[in-house]
């Protein structure tokens, strides 16, 4: 146990003296490992790892939904969502504000990342909010609040990993992210509603738009939302019924997604054989990137395993006669707390190999537990001091000062305590629809 | 405006990026195929499996090298202002080189294993494919990111006129 307290602790400075997590990871894992068996016997482990990881079928599940929301956006989607919320919401008080999560909603439901959604939203809803007056700290605020919601609503690159990683039914984990997301929608326009109601300059309302724009507006995303039918769908197994009989696994979803998005970018004639070829290469590169920290991390977490740190841990818990709500109240604290410092796949990576296993066998649902960590994840994103999506957004509007943007955080980071108390409270919100699939 | 040895760099990593590129868009075509022709003439591509590991291990690998040298690895940037000038730089060259160290031994390891699969003839369940080939392109991509590391963190340390040299590493952080 001490072995893999030690190695944690060795991880984190190495990280902090910016050595890649990758390495940082997989040197610990690799010297601890030998430490325990032999020289050969770690380099065997190492070595396999790099080749297996490499070849996994699973994990093709990554690349293809990154490619599919690089694709959708091509084809222009980030701004008719926006339109479409705008000209359903953008009459109400706050309601520029209000648009921007429902966009980022929508956005999420194509796009497996928060920071790339915080990123793309912001260069689309940022303009606009400036334009109608918004209060810096509202509208920066809206955007990495909403945000976040890229790695909760399906599909998510973070829940494909938690799903590999322990051998949770990704279809399952993609379909419990649902509801908490559409909470999650809910719960942040109440905020922008508060914040308003507090200060009515903040967030003034824009023109109405008619019936006809708004319908005009949806047009221009049936598409899009057909995808994520198909692909959500497809998955769930809506379509298994003669003469179809389609039942996707992740990875043909992801696939038969990223083909759509690449389809409807084309029929709109916004890809050319240059930005083709740049949405290709930044997939790979962001999908090498990734496989580095994974391999990295099995490396890691095979050398914690062999010391015996969850085993351990879950000792000291039954002896300690600590209540499983105790003891998950205390992981989510260390969540909270390294979300402070780490970004949110090598946090994932770092302690569900430890955690999951306690979790699980104090009778936790490993989908729901998914589901919290993800929840977590989201609120680490936009914690100060290093709330990641806050800073994408301060990339994009450089001129608004960091605090400012944390200070227009605050009621958005207040619900999604709430929401994440509610998600703990009643777990069937979770585990609802993916019970009865 | 990037130096002359940035732009023999560029012109050195087009080709991988290319053959990246095209696995990738493959891979896409292929799954999509394979899930059209199962379902409507119950016809599925039975390669599709062991090729998309194959396609896995190409994107992957001919990515990484790239990547390294670009300082592309995801990086904990939290403490970077108390770093500057030419400390930062001694501590990226540093990092640089302690990274691509690190990758030896797993080269090595990974050499053993290629050959082992040739020895032992392990082919791919369809198509027959030799598994040492692919073990090998892992092998000799893992090599050349150890080199590429070292090199870049020579050149990092006592030659940064070469790169243009602006304090940090660029880090392109991933999406999560």
């Known amino acids: 146990m001490e072995a893999a307290l030690i190695g944690f602790a060795a991880v984190l400075i190495l990280v902090l003296l910016r050595l890649p997590i990758a390495f940082a990871m997989g040197l610990v894992g690799m010297v601890g490992y030998m430490l325990e068996t032999s020289f050969r016997g770690a380099m065997s482990m190492v070595g396999r ?63 497996g990342s928060s920071l790339a959604t915080a990123a793309t939203m912001s260069k689309v809803a940022m303009p606009e909010m400036r334009k109608y007056g918004y209060s810096d700290s509202l509208s920066t605020a809206s955007i990495a609040a909403g945000g976040t919601l890229g790695i909760l609503i399906p599909p998510s690159v973070i829940l494909v990993i938690y799903g590999l990683l322990t051998e949770t039914s990704i279809g399952k984990l993609f379909i419990a992210g649902i509801i908490p997301g559409i909470l999650g929608v809910l719960l942040y326009l109440v905020a922008v509603r508060f914040t308003v109601a507090r200060n009515p300059d903040s967030g003034p309302s824009g023109e109405r738009a008619s019936w006809g724009e708004r319908l005009a507006a949806l047009r221009g995303i049936w598409a899009v939302l057909l995808l994520f039918f198909l692909v959500i769908g497809g998955l769930y197994g809506v379509f298994d019924f003669w003469p179809l009989n389609l039942t996707f696994s992740p990875t043909e979803a992801a696939g038969m997604g990223a083909m759509g998005a690449f389809l409807i970018a084309l029929s709109r004639g916004s890809l050319t054989l240059k930005n083709t070829y740049e949405v290709l290469v930044e997939t790979a590169f962001t999908t090498a990137s990734l496989f580095a920290v994974l391999i990295g991390a ?27 709500f105790t003891v998950m109240l205390a992981i989510l604290a260390v969540y909270i707390v390294l979300g402070c410092v780490f970004e949110s796949l090598s946090m994932l990576l770092l302690t569900v190999p430890i955690f999951f296993p306690l979790v699980t066998s104090l009778g936790y649902d490993p989908i729901w537990f998914g589901i919290i960590v993800v929840v977590v994840t989201e609120i680490s994103l936009i914690t100060p001091p290093v709330g990641l999506n806050v800073f994408v957004l301060k990339g994009v509007v450089k001129d608004v000062p960091t605090a400012t943007i944390f200070k227009g955080v605050t009621p958005f980071w207040v619900v999604d305590i709430i929401r994440l108390a509610l998600l703990l409270i009643i777990p069937s919100l979770v585990l609802f629809l993916p019970q009865n699939m | 405006m990037p130096t002359r040895f940035q732009r023999v760099c560029q012109n050195l990593a087009f080709a991988p990026s290319l053959l990246a590129a095209a696995t990738l868009f493959a891979l896409m075509v292929m799954t999509f195929s394979d899930v059209m022709l199962r379902s409507i003439f119950n016809a599925p591509i039975e390669a599709a499996t062991e090729l998309t590991r194959i396609f896995m291990a190409i994107i992957v690998f001919s990515s990484l090298p790239i990547i390294s040298a670009r300082g592309g690895h995801i990086v904990v940037d939290i403490i970077d202002p108390l770093f500057k000038g030419a400390v930062a730089r001694l501590r990226d060259g540093i990092i640089f080189i302690i990274t691509g160290a690190l990758l030896i031994w797993p080269t090595q390891r990974c050499y053993v294993l290629a050959e082992r699969a040739r020895d032992f003839g392990d082919l791919t369940e369809y198509l027959a494919i030799p598994q040492y080939l692919i073990t090998y392109f892992i092998t000799i991509s893992t090599g050349i990111t150890a080199l590429v590391l070292i090199v870049t963190g020579l050149v990092t340390l006592f030659a940064p006129s070469l790169i243009d040299y602006e304090g940090g590493a660029s880090s392109e952080s991933e999406p999560s």
């Open chain 1, 298 to 324: 099995w490396i890691f977490s095979n050398f914690i395993n062999l010391a015996g740190l969850p085993q351990a841990l879950l000792a000291f818990v039954n002896q300690s006669g600590f209540s499983p």
């Open chain 1, 49 to 111: 790892l790099i080749i297996d990881t490499s070849q996994d079928y699973g994990l093709s599940v990554i690349p293809l939904f990154i490619l599919m929301g690089l694709f959708v956006n091509k084809g222009g989607l980030s701004r008719e969502l926006y339109r479409v919320s705008y000209d359903f919401l953008g009459h109400f008080k706050g309601g520029l504000a209000m648009a921007t999560i429902v966009a980022c909603g929508g956005f999420s439901a194509i796009c």
